[in-house]
Structures are given as structure tokens and as C-alpha cells.
């Protein structure tokens, strides 16, 4: 009997603990980070949910979850406090997914809203049985005004930084000193950092680590014939197809045929530049 009481007791103790520890987690606030010269803060969502300017919205064109959507948001601005010096926020994402968005973009009449999912009225989920694009999401009003593609709808937000420009930190991604900068291969690389380096990296440059080095150990100009490559980039389960794959499609909406013809010329371009 007596052993029996002690170890009903352990088992009790052990339920009691893992019980706290889950309450603990469960009671744990997402935080959103952000880091800039002049502002380096930790904001609970509890806090942000309580700011002033938060608001209801509608956004009719959905990039996360392709479909209209209500959300309690702020507009992005009304958090970072100066940021005309800075030229790229980037966002990073509890995924590994890396949106570098040029400042520029923010103020040019697409309203960028930080959408905030409230505990007591959780957001879908993105797929069948797994997460929402909450606690933070960064969603656009009016993305045509500025050419916002679907890149720049980071989800799953967990911090918000000041970073330079993606070829000054990583030069390795820049053409030959030789390629004019209003060149085809120059206008590839802008699309490439724009819509492509949210997960790739080029010689072994970039934030993202989502899908594989375009141009290391090979690049898929030299192993894809051009057709497969160009229908791969604008559908990429129409070339090859598993459960697991992520890699978006592009369609001529958010990268025209010109584009996709410069963006080809940078990646072949570069397979000189190893
Ligand atoms: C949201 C992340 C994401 C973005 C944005 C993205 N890709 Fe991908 N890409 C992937 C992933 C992940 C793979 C690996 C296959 C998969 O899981 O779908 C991949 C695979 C590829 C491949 C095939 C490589 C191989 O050897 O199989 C090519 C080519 C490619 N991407 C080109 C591009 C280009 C060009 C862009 C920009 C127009 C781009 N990707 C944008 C995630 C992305």
C-alpha cells in the first residue's frame, strides 16, 4: 500500500509538472522583434493588440491564404519609428523564409498593414491540419499600387530588422564589374533578389536557406533545357511533383515574360561567375 501511495504520488507530482510546464508554454506571449540603429524593442502581442491606431481590416486579395480576409492590424509604420534612412526592412520568419522589403515600397501608396492574430480568434490554417500564418503577418492593402508580389507577404513574422542592400552584403550575387547596371543581367538580379532570394542563395549568398543554391555546385541553365526551366519557374508541379514541395509558382501576373527573360540572362550570366 505504502508503495503504491508513493508512486501514485510520483505519477501525480510528474502530471502536475508537465501540466505547468504546458500551461507555461501555452501562457508564453509571441514577441516580435525589432532591430534598428535608432529602435531596438521586443513587442508582446498583447501590447500591439492594445496600441491605438490597431484597426479591423479587409484585405481583398489574400497572398497566404488566396482568398479575401478580416484581420485586427496596425499599419506597419505606426511601429518603426524613423525609418527613411534605412533602405531594406527584412523580415525574418519562423520558417527560414527571409523577406528583404525595400523601404521605398512602404510608403508608395500599397499600405502595408501588420496583421495580429488574437488568441481568442485564432486564423485558419494555412494547409490541411497545419498552422495559421499568425501571431504576425505582414499584408498589403492595395499591392498593385507598387508591383507588391506575392515574396513580400511574410508570415509567421518573428522579427523585423534594417539591413543594406542584399548585393552590397553579398557582392558574390553582382554580374562582372563588366555588365552595365541597365543591362538584361542586371535587371535579372534585381528580379532575382525581388522574387527569388526569399529562399535561394547564389554562390553561396543570401539570407534564405528555403531552396537550393542556384548557381552552386550548378546552375539550372546548365542541367534544364530553357523550356523545362521557364514552365519549372512558372508552374513547378508541371515539370516534376511531391507532397512535400514549396517552391511557388510564378505566374505571368507577378513576373512577365520580359522578366522572366532577364531573370534568365542574370542566372546564365552567372554561371561564369563561380
Ligand atoms: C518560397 C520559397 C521559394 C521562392 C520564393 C523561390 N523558390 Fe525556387 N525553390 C524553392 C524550393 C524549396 C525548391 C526545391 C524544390 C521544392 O521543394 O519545391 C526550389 C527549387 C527551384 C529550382 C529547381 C532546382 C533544382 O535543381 O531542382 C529552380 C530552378 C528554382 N527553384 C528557381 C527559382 C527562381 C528563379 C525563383 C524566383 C523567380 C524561385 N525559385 C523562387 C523555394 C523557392
Redesign the pocket.
Known sequence: MKIFCSRTLRIFLLCMSAWLLCTGSNAAEPVLELSFSKQQQRLARADLLRHPDVRTIEVPADSAYKQPMKYRALPLLSILRDVRSVDVLQFKTEDG?VANIPTALLSGGAQPWLAIEAPHAPWPALKAGGRSAGPFYLVWLAPEKSGITP?LWPYQITAISEVTLLQNRYPQILPAASIAPDSAEYRGMH??IM??A???QINGGGD?K???D?NLPFN?TE??QEGF?RR??RA?SAV?SWA?????E?SEQV?SESQMDD?LAY?RHMTQRR
Open positions: 523564409f515574396e528580379i532575382y522574387q527569388c526569399a529562399c535561394h534564405a528555403v531552396g537550393p542556384l539550372p542541367y534544364f526551366l519549372y519557374i513547378p516534376r512535400q514541395m514549396t517552391m511557388p510564378f513576373l531573370l542566372l
